[in-house]
C-alpha cells in the first residue's frame, strides 16, 4: 500500500520559515517526480513545487525565492523549505507522487493527507 505522510506544519508569524517532510512507503521513490501542491479554503489546489528524479526544480511564481524544494532518495523522502512565509501562504500542503510508464504511459499519481500551514500574527 502506498503511502505519503506529510509532517512540518504548523502555526507561524509573517516572516518565519517552516520545512515540510513528505516520507513515501511502498515506491520505487527515485523513478517519481515529486510535487507539493496548496489549498486554501475557496480556491483551487495549485502546484507549489515540484522535483524531478534526476533533480530538476519547478516553482510557482508566488514562492519563487522563498520556497525550496529537495528529496533524499536514500530516506524516501521529499522536503520543502519555506522562508519568509506571508498570510497568503496559508493552506493545506499536500505532497504528491506521479509517474508514467515508458512504454504503455500507464499513470500511477498519489496523494498524502496533508499538513496545515497557517501565517498569521
Known amino acids: 500500500q502506498v503511502q505519503l505522510v506529510e509532517s512540518g506544519g504548523g502555526l507561524v508569524q509573517p516572516g518565519g520559515s517552516l520545512k515540510l517532510s513528505c516520507a513515501a512507503a511502498?515506491?520505487?521513490?527515485?523513478?517519481?517526480?515529486m510535487g507539493w501542491f496548496r489549498q486554501a479554503p475557496g480556491k483551487q489546489r495549485e502546484l507549489v513545487a515540484s522535483?524531478?528524479?534526476?533533480?530538476?526544480?519547478d516553482y510557482a511564481d508566488a514562492v519563487k525565492g522563498r520556497f525550496t524544494i529537495s528529496r533524499d532518495n536514500a530516506k524516501n523522502t521529499v522536503y520543502l523549505q519555506m522562508n519568509n512565509l506571508k498570510p497568503e501562504d496559508t493552506a493545506v500542503y499536500l505532497c504528491?507522487?506521479?509517474?508514467?510508464?515508458?512504454?504503455?504511459?500507464?499513470?500511477?499519481?498519489?496523494w498524502g493527507q496533508g499538513t496545515q500551514v497557517t501565517v498569521s500574527s
Open positions: 522535483i524531478t528524479s534526476n533533480g530538476a526544480t
Open positions: 511502498s515506491l520505487s521513490f527515485s523513478i517519481y517526480t
Open positions: 504528491n507522487a506521479d509517474y508514467v510508464t515508458v512504454g504503455t504511459k500507464v499513470r500511477f499519481d498519489y
